[in-house]
C-alpha cells in the first residue's frame, strides 16, 4: 500500500501555510493529518484536499513541562480545534498569554498558519507544525 500523501509532503505544504488532508471516495471522510487510508471506514481509496485551515476552539491545554529539547517555549498553549471541513487537528495557539488564557477561548474562531519546530533526540529533524491565531 502507498501512501498518497506523504508526511514530508504535508509538511512542505505546512511551511506555505497550506493544510492538506485526504478525502475518502467510499465514505466522504476528511482525514487530516496524512494516514494511509481512511481514519473512519479504513478504505485506501483516497484523495488529496486542500483544507481551509479554519475552524473552532473545541479543548486547549497550557503546556508548563515541555518535552526535552523544547523547555525555552514553555509554557505554550495547546489546542484542539474542530476544522471547518470537519476533522479536530492540533495544534499550538499563538497571540495568548499562556498565563492568562482562560475557559474563554473554547468556540474562539481560528485560522491556521505555521511555525517550524527543532528537532530533538526523538525525531527526524525540524518541521512545520500547524500554528493557530483567534480571528478577532
Given at each position: 500500500m502507498e501512501?498518497?500523501?506523504?508526511?514530508?509532503?504535508?509538511?512542505?505544504?505546512?511551511?506555505q501555510d497550506k493544510l492538506l488532508g485526504l478525502k475518502c471516495k467510499k465514505c466522504g471522510a476528511?482525514?487530516?493529518p496524512p494516514k494511509i487510508i481512511c481514519g473512519s471506514c479504513?478504505?485506501?481509496d483516497i484523495d488529496i484536499v486542500e483544507l481551509s485551515g479554519k475552524?473552532?476552539?473545541?479543548?486547549?491545554?497550557?503546556?508548563f513541562v515541555p518535552?526535552?529539547?523544547r523547555e525555552a517555549e514553555a509554557p505554550y498553549i495547546i489546542v484542539m480545534v474542530e476544522l471547518d471541513e470537519g476533522p479536530?487537528?492540533?495544534g499550538n495557539l499563538a497571540g495568548v498569554d499562556p498565563a492568562k488564557?482562560?475557559?474563554d477561548i473554547i468556540g474562539k474562531q481560528v485560522k491556521m498558519g505555521h511555525a517550524v519546530f527543532p528537532g530533538d533526540k526523538y525525531s527526524a529533524g525540524d518541521a512545520a507544525r500547524p500554528l493557530?491565531?483567534?480571528v478577532a
Open positions: 501512501h498518497k500523501l506523504t508526511f514530508k509532503d504535508y509538511n512542505e505544504a505546512l511551511k476528511i482525514t487530516v479504513i478504505s485506501a475552524g473552532k476552539i473545541q479543548t486547549f491545554t497550557t503546556v518535552p526535552e529539547g479536530w487537528l492540533m488564557v482562560t475557559m493557530f491565531s483567534i
